[in-house]
């Protein structure tokens, strides 16, 4: 039985979970959200919990049992709390700007990059160089937060472009001057 699967999921108060056919839903405070569930795994709603169990004895089920068991909880979390990620801006003249639903950024390419931001996604700029992505689904923060920083990954040697916050960038010497 796998570690995490076995775990009962609380359900708190204001949110409400329903299946339909292999469909969990679950709304809250934040929104709702929508997942397809694998056949091999099966869930029961009992009171305020959530009970993920395998329904075969396969290699598949092994796996899905705990990814299922995780993602529901997210789900649960993002519809109460929310996700949140943070990237900050290193380099002379990089800076971002907010201009409605689009993302503004002056990476020193000739041109500023514009990124349109995806449905459920709200973004804060601090001082033009603290970017903070704000959602429910942990899996869409996540994958914007990544191609933002996609746009101008930090280099080793000055450290400059696009990092996570709290993220540390191995740093290479430059070359050395001829004696």
């Known amino acids: 039985m796998s570690r995490i699967g076995k775990l009962p999921i609380e359900i708190p108060s204001g949110v409400t979970v329903t299946m339909n056919g292999s469909a969990i839903t679950v709304k809250g405070p934040k929104g709702t959200l929508t997942r397809n569930v694998m056949d091999s795994v099966s869930i029961e709603l009992n009171d305020n919990k959530i009970l993920v169990t395998r329904s075969e004895d396969t290699k598949i089920a092994h796996s899905a049992h705990g990814l299922t068991r995780t993602l529901i909880n997210n789900m649960v979390t993002g519809v109460t709390k929310g996700f949140e990620k ?35 996604i709200s973004v804060e700029v601090d001082k033009m160089t603290k970017i903070s992505l704000k959602g429910n689904d942990r899996e869409l923060v996540g994958q914007t937060a990544a191609k933002i920083r996609s746009f101008r990954t930090p280099e080793p040697y000055k450290g400059k472009g696009i990092k996570y916050a709290g993220e540390t960038i191995l740093r290479k010497a430059g070359k050395a001057g001829k004696k």
């Open 86 to 120: 943070v990237l900050e801006i290193t380099g002379v003249g990089y800076r971002a700007e907010v201009k409605g639903n689009v993302l503004s950024l002056a990476l020193g390419y000739s041109h500023p990059v514009n990124y349109e931001l995806p449905q459920g």
